[in-house]
């Protein structure tokens, strides 16, 4: 009967007598229900969970942000300079043709010599539409990180040193990047 003593519920303060809880609170006794369930130390736990956890999602969302920019500049970049390599080895075609023009400057034969400078027109302009510029390199001062100096020579004037004074090669630009540096002579 001592078992059954424990399960049975005390009337008088709505208690189990195994357990101890009242569910009134006016009724003394160990435990109540209005009680908080958890302690202090269990919610602070939490919350401090819920702010790593958020943080975490936070840096997520801002690395793949990150991530998605750069890709996208990393694609028109790839877009810009796809045929970089193409364009590159035309750059010699476009230097005979600046030699043949001079040539052609000298020439008599009027309907050959406008043909020829069509086609030659035709193929600096196309270049241009891909974003190919030459470089001016003539009269400015040398810069190393435009210009390759092939030789130094006694400068005509004094304003003339430390410029460009002839051209050996010319450079070009593609979409404002420099896909070929000019080939120059420098004044000293």
Known sequence: MADNEKNTVNRENGTNAGMDINTDESISGTSHLNE???????????????AELKDKYLRQVAEFDNFRRRTAKE????????????????????????????QLQSSEDG????????VFNKLKSTLQSK??????????????????????????????????????????????????FAKVVVGK
Do not use: W
Request: charged share 35%.
């Open 36 to 50: 908080p369930v958890a302690n202090e130390d269990e919610v602070e736990k939490l919350k401090a969970e819920i």
């Open 75 to 102: 694609r028109i970049e790839m877009i810009q300079t796809a045929g970089k390599e193409v364009i590159t080895s035309l750059l010699d075609v476009l230097d005979d043709c600046d030699r043949a023009e001079k």
């Open 111 to 118: 309907p050959l010599k406008e043909g020829i400078q069509l």
């Open 131 to 180: 974003g190919v510029k030459p470089m001016q390199t003539i009269g400015t001062d040398f810069n190393p990180d435009q210009h390759e100096a092939i030789t130094e020579i006694p400068a005509p004037t004094e304003a003339m040193k430390g410029k460009v004074i002839d051209e050996v090669q010319k450079g070009y630009y593609m979409n404002d990047k420099i896909i070929r």
